[in-house]
C-alpha cells in the first residue's frame, strides 16, 4: 500500500513557474514508476509526465515537452514536476500516481493522490 499526498501548486501568472510535490508513504517508494496527470474543468483526465523506477526516464506528454521537468528522490519517497513557462491551459488539477511500470494509461497506475490545484492566469 502506498498513500500519496501532493504539495505545491496555487495561483501562478502565464510565463512564470511553480514546483509540485508528491511525497509517499512506505518502504517500497523506489519500485515504483511514478507519474503525473492533470485534469481540467470539463475534461478527461491527460497524462503529463512519467519517470522509471530505476533508471529515471522519463516522458512527457508533447503539451508540456519542454517546460516541465519530472524528477524523484527516492531517498525522500518524493516525486516532483517542475513547471516553467506555463500557460492558462496548464489549469487543471494534478495528480500523481505510482504503477507498476511506466505507462501513459491512468488505468495502469494503482495508487493516487488527492491532487492539487495549478491555476495559471494571463
Do not use: H
Not at 475534461?43 to 517546460?67: H, L
Not at 524528477?71 to 518524493?78: G, I, L, P, V
Amino acid at each position: 500500500q502506498v498513500q500519496l499526498v501532493e504539495s505545491g501548486g496555487g495561483l501562478v501568472q502565464a510565463g512564470g513557474s511553480t514546483r509540485l510535490s508528491c511525497a509517499a508513504s512506505g518502504r517500497t517508494f523506489s519500485t515504483y514508476a511514478m507519474g503525473w496527470f492533470r485534469q481540467a474543468p470539463g475534461k478527461e483526465r491527460e497524462f503529463v509526465s512519467v519517470i522509471g523506477r530505476s533508471d529515471g526516464s522519463t516522458d512527457y506528454a508533447d503539451s508540456v515537452k519542454g517546460r516541465f521537468t519530472i524528477s524523484r528522490d527516492n531517498a525522500k519517497n518524493t516525486v516532483y514536476l517542475q513547471m516553467n513557462s506555463l500557460k492558462p491551459d496548464d489549469t487543471a488539477i494534478y495528480y500523481c500516481a505510482a504503477g507498476y511500470a511506466k505507462a501513459y494509461s491512468s488505468s495502469l497506475y494503482d495508487y493516487w493522490g488527492q491532487g492539487t490545484q495549478v491555476t495559471v492566469s494571463s
